[in-house]
């Protein structure tokens, strides 16, 4: 099994790059900076840095990626925009343009055999809006549902299933000690989400696997959230929660 973990070395992706090693993968890892030293020693796993937006170089190391590991059977996609400038052309061009390039450049390279998938991370931010966020953000996580759909549709007929995972706010190594240290924030989230708690990010990567794996084989252009239930209220159903009342 050979996965490409595009956006890999932190957060959430770092979680799907953990549990892909620890299920015998070799794993492509991309990012622009490397992964920490433990992660760089994962069995299976092999790290290219550089710039998503830079399509000529992306091109290049995807080339690079696919004769050094092989065809592939799964590819996942988790890199959002953090950069300084203009954040609508940034938002848009980390997350939709660097997607089309590598979806359409990588279709091709998966195996002729096998369970072959594709999963695209968005947010819950797609469907509701997120205060704090800029517009290009919410724009660029809605487009990416659409794309999965556009994608499984096209690349149904060779096998590969195209599916989108949109979390909620996941504690994850970097914001675990603020999420510790703020408890006012987590009696609230644990008064409104259903589950009662705020998700992790290896959470979130268990149902990225899920949709990487055979037990998903007939799974193709749907959007997973995963948010504890959080999204299932109502403005009235919250207000209450929140008061008491
Ligand atoms: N964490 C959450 O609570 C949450 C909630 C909802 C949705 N999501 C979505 O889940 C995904 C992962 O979130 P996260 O918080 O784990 O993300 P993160 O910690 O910000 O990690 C993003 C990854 O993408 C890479 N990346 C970003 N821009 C790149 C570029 N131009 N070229 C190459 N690599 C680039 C980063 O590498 P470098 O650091 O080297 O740039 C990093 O590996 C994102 O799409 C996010 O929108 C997350």
Not at 55 to 62: A, D, I, K, Q
Not at 88 to 107: P, Q, Y
Request: hydrophobic fraction near 40%; include cysteine; proline fraction near 2%.
């Amino acid at each position: 099994m050979h996965s490409v973990i595009v956006g890999g070395t932190r957060g959430i992706g770092r979680e799907v790059v953990r549990l892909f090693s620890a299920q015998g993968h070799t794993v492509s890892v991309m990012g622009r900076r490397a992964p920490a030293d433990a992660d760089r020693r994962l069995p299976g796993t092999h790290f290219w840095a550089g710039d998503l937006t830079d399509e000529r170089e992306l091109v290049r190391l995807l080339g690079e990626i696919v004769s050094r590991n092989g065809e592939l059977n799964s590819l996942v996609l988790l890199q959002r925009f953090k950069g300084e400038g203009d954040r609508w052309g940034g938002e848009l061009a980390t997350s939709l343009s660097a997607t089309r390039t590598i979806v359409e450049t990588l279709a091709g390279a998966f195996g002729g055999t096998g369970d072959r998938s594709i999963v695209l991370v968005s947010s819950v931010v797609g469907r509701f809006i997120a205060e704090g966020q800029p517009v290009g953000y919410h724009v660029a996580k809605a487009a990416l549902g659409q794309m999965a759909r556009y994608y499984a549709v096209e690349l149904g007929p060779r096998g590969i299933r195209v599916n989108c995972v949109s979390p909620c706010t996941m504690v994850k190594e970097e914001n675990r000690d603020f999420y510790s240290k703020n408890q006012d924030l987590n009696s609230l989230f644990k008064k409104i989400i259903p589950l009662g708690r705020m998700g992790t990010a290896l959470e979130t990567a268990n149902v990225i696997a899920f949709l990487c794996s055979e037990k998903a084989s007939f799974v193709t252009g749907q959007e997973i959230l995963v948010d504890g239930g959080v999204s299932l209220l109502s403005q009235e159903a919250l207000a209450r929660k929140l008061t008491g009342l």
